[in-house]
């Protein structure tokens, strides 16, 4: 294989094996916060051990997330330093400015927060708790305004053979990287939700701590009720952005070929690469109305596309359908745990199952970013740069050594942390407290 690529591949693996940890870190940094403030206004003593608990899983998920993360950024110099030499001067300064302004603050406060539970005062680590939920969710929008620089490129001037940065207020508001910071967020929030309650569901099907795991479920299904519902509602008008800024990705999507109004929707459909397979129980102007609020709208299709400017169609079909498939299933996982929150010990099947759905939220979100990134293709910046045009001057034999290598790190990091949070699992709140 070329060292195009191996390197899509290696950032590939980096990114979502990273992408585990970080969702989780988003979205239970909030929850644990709001437990602390609980503590704080009702003086009872559960919600102190529920932040403790929950803030240790937190910890070991934290510090992987830091981990893993390390290699994307050399990754910008070591297999893409043709894209950070064309566009460096925006998208570096962004990450420069979520490493800075975001992370370090992010850090610092998990410190605090980690020593300061015998030096301040409940109120006071409560504030602390808040600020390390909202540093790290900075962090996410430094991280999610710099990819949408590269989903929908905007403050740019092209001077001297590259992107220079002339309007930064138009990066910092681009649209497009605010769809996908509420979108990734309602995502962490579901995953954050899905966690408590499948942790708090295992521990109750043993008859384990049920007044503690019982407040916890509660907790639990009412975050991933809120937060499925909305993260659907989000999508709709994500994607009706995704139709007007990246209209070639919404045909991949969809694989839809021909540019027509009343563009149907097809129940039964399987994509090619140069044309559908299969294409049956068609529902006139559905994808219209989906894409653009409107039965009468034109929807672009890939047969109006050159072939090299098409993105690969069969993944990013099948990616979508994971994403809405999992996001269809989610909310009515959370309804039934929250209508029956208060009796759920009466329903032991449903107590095995809500761990085994706690990698529902993980999955749909890891196909979600298949279908930004993969949708975008052939271009690293939508039509401003390909990425064959991005990648550094490297043998293929040079990326393949360094792709088995974090392939072999990060499997070792990954079974560490996930053994260290399988443990604390198992001891449980008593062990935390």
């Not at 207020?169 to 681009?174: E, G, K």
């Not at 999507?253 to 109004?261: D, G, N």
């Not at 459909?269 to 994808?287: D, R, T, Y």
């Not at 990134?373 to 690293?380: A, F, K, L």
Request: with cysteine; net charge positive.
């Amino acid at each position: 294989m070329d060292a195009i690529l191996l390197s899509r591949l290696q950032f590939a693996a980096a990114t979502m094996f990273h992408f585990i940890f970080v969702p989780l870190t988003l979205g239970l940094s909030v929850l644990i916060a709001g437990m602390e403030t609980a503590y704080v206004r009702t003086g009872k003593e559960l919600y102190l051990r529920m932040a403790k608990f929950w803030g240790k899983l937190f910890l070991i998920n934290f510090v992987l997330g830091v981990v893993t993360g390390i290699t994307l950024e050399f990754q910008f110099g070591t297999n893409w330093s043709r894209y950070s030499a064309y566009v460096g001067d925006i998208f570096g300064s962004l990450l420069a400015i979520e490493a800075t302004a975001a992370f370090f603050l992010e850090s610092t406060f998990i410190g605090v927060w980690v020593f300061g539970w015998k030096k301040l005062s409940p109120k006071a680590h409560a504030t602390v708790a808040w600020l390390v939920a909202g540093a790290g969710n900075l962090s996410a929008v430094w991280i999610l305004i710099a990819n949408g620089f590269m989903q929908n490129p905007l403050g740019y001037v092209i001077r001297n053979g590259r992107a220079e940065l002339n309007d930064f207020m138009a990066v910092v508001l681009n649209p497009f990287a605010w769809q996908q910071f509420a979108h990734t967020i309602l995502g962490a929030f579901c995953v954050a939700g899905f966690f408590v309650l499948g942790i708090s569901a295992w521990h109750l099907a043993r008859k384990s701590h049920e007044e503690f795991f019982n407040a916890s479920l509660r907790i639990g299904a009412g975050v991933a009720l809120v937060a499925s519902i909305l993260v659907a509602v989000q999508g709709h008008f994500h994607g009706n952005e995704v139709a007007r800024i990246q209209p070639v990705k919404l045909a991949a999507m969809e694989s839809h070929w021909e540019t027509r109004a009343n563009a149907p929707m097809y129940l039964l459909q399987i994509p090619g690469e140069n044309g559908n397979v299969l294409e049956a129980l068609p529902v006139p102007s559905l994808l219209s109305i989906l894409a653009y609020n409107d039965p009468d709208a034109v929807v672009k299709g890939l047969n109006d596309v050159p072939a090299a400017d098409r993105p690969p169609v069969v993944i990013t079909f099948w990616a979508f359908r994971a994403m809405v498939g999992i996001g269809t299933i989610m909310p009515l996982i959370a309804l039934f745990a929250w209508i029956k929150r208060r009796d759920i010990g009466k329903y032991p099947w449903f107590l095995k199952l809500l761990p085994w759905a706690i990698p529902l939220p993980y999955l749909g979100l890891q196909a979600g970013w298949i279908v930004a990134e993969v949708g975008r293709q052939p271009w690293i910046v939508h039509g401003l740069m390909r990425t064959s045009d991005a990648v550094s001057p490297i043998s293929g034999g040079q990326v393949g050594f360094t792709l088995a290598a974090i392939i072999v790190l990060y499997s070792l990091l990954g079974a560490a942390g996930f053994f260290l949070a399988g443990r604390a699992v198992k001891q449980g709140p008593d062990a935390a407290h």
